[in-house]
């Protein structure tokens, strides 16, 4: 994969939980990514520190990251395309991580070379949304090289059936394998005391919270204006994650223009035990994104049993409407605004979408997704037909 650094967000964190989930059940892992310490876009160039690593990633038995080197705009690393070359001599299998970058074409080429098989996961790349953006660059990369890794893939992965449905023009057949990531379930289940979140940020009465990565496609300028819209006097709205693409600047003049911007706090990244205090101290969880193939923090929310609210575009998002674990709403500040006045005016309806969220959350915790890819890579293994 390109990068492992936590701060890029659900990839990052699948790929070490998985490959933790996958070692506990007898599969032996090899993690090659680069050394960048944010995504392949972002202004920062510097080497990634151990301690920026996801959690869990000092668990892996074999993890190799490889210097990054300029044009570090593609995750350039000739020294990457070596390490592959090397951990595909014992490999039964090879899978491949996003999209567009140069670690995806190395990885490729490997494997075509001594005839391993592999396999991609997009998350969430394919998404119209997302392929609208950067046109020109996606569409060379694609007549290049891409294209023919994706049709010559033994399984192209996705984690929703509608994620796999939006590649539809993709053609991709029967290679297509639909295989959930996971959570940790049980880190969610005893949260800790919310009075030192409240206390250290400030907090006195509701909490609205969005916790991830700062992104345009997550909505947040959607969720700004629905926060000052719905007036709910003195809630304030947290935003709690790393801001790589310059994002906050521009949320607080939103704020400030709406003389609302003492009721937002920005508190960067967070994790471990101040992710899960940050959780404990919310009481409605708030997702708006334009795009989202699976969406990892929401999950986690919901397993922690927060009232969650989230726009159609979170492709699991059906599936919550289904089991009434969450709200769904469009990504419109009124819309949004409504059912955010709806839910701070009804705590017994949030305590009452806590509890479907942790019943609804318990099927991806690992014990059980983990299943799914052994199945999907003894198949791809063998050389088996996916159905």
Request: hydrophobic share 45%; glycine share 8%.
């Amino acid at each position: 994969m390109p990068g492992l650094a936590g701060r890029t967000g659900g990839t990052a964190f699948h790929v070490v939980d998985s490959s933790r989930a996958l070692q506990e059940a007898g599969i032996e892992v090899s993690v090659v990514a680069t050394d960048l310490a944010a995504t392949a876009g972002a202004p920062s160039r510097r080497r990634i520190r151990l301690d920026e690593l996801p959690p869990g990633a000092d668990e892996l038995h074999r993890l190799r990251l490889c210097h990054a080197i300029p044009p570090r705009r593609f995750a350039f690393s000739p020294e990457l395309r070596r390490v592959i070359a090397e951990e595909l001599e014992a490999a039964d299998v090879l899978h491949i991580h996003s999209l567009f970058l140069y670690p995806e074409l190395a990885a490729y080429r490997a494997a075509v070379r001594r005839g391993v098989p592999y396999i991609v996961s997009p998350h969430g790349a394919v998404d119209p949304f997302l392929r609208g953006r950067g046109r020109f660059r996606k569409s060379v990369v694609d007549a290049l090289w891409q294209r023919r890794m994706l049709h010559h893939a033994a399984a192209v992965h996705f984690t929703t059936t509608e994620e796999a449905r939006l590649a539809g023009d993709l053609q991709l057949g029967p290679r297509q394998a639909v295989v959930p990531t996971g959570i940790w379930a049980d880190e969610f289940s005893r949260l800790p005391d919310p009075h030192e979140f409240r206390g250290r940020h400030g907090l006195n009465g509701l909490v609205v919270m969005f916790l991830g990565r700062l992104s345009f496609k997550k909505g947040l300028d959607v969720l700004v204006d629905a926060f000052v819209e719905a007036q709910l006097g003195d809630a304030h709205l947290v935003v709690a994650g790393p801001d790589d693409e310059g994002l906050t600047p521009g949320l607080v003049a939103a704020a400030e223009a709406a003389g609302a911007r003492d009721r937002l706090v920005f508190t960067g990244m967070l994790q471990g035990v101040e992710r899960l205090q940050a959780l404990a101290a919310t009481d409605i969880w708030v997702l708006p994104s334009y795009s989202e193939n699976f969406g990892i923090a929401a999950v986690e929310a919901l397993a922690a049993g927060r009232a969650v609210v989230m726009s159609p575009a979170v492709n699991i998002a059906a599936k919550v409407q289904a089991a009434r674990a969450g709200v769904i709403v469009e990504a419109r500040a009124p819309a949004l605004a409504a059912e955010l006045r709806a839910l701070a005016a009804d705590p017994q309806r949030r305590r009452t979408l806590g509890d479907a969220a942790r019943r609804f959350a318990r099927q991806y915790d690992w014990s059980s997704v983990v299943r799914g890819f052994v199945e999907l890579y003894e198949r791809v293994g063998a050389r088996a037909p996916l159905d």
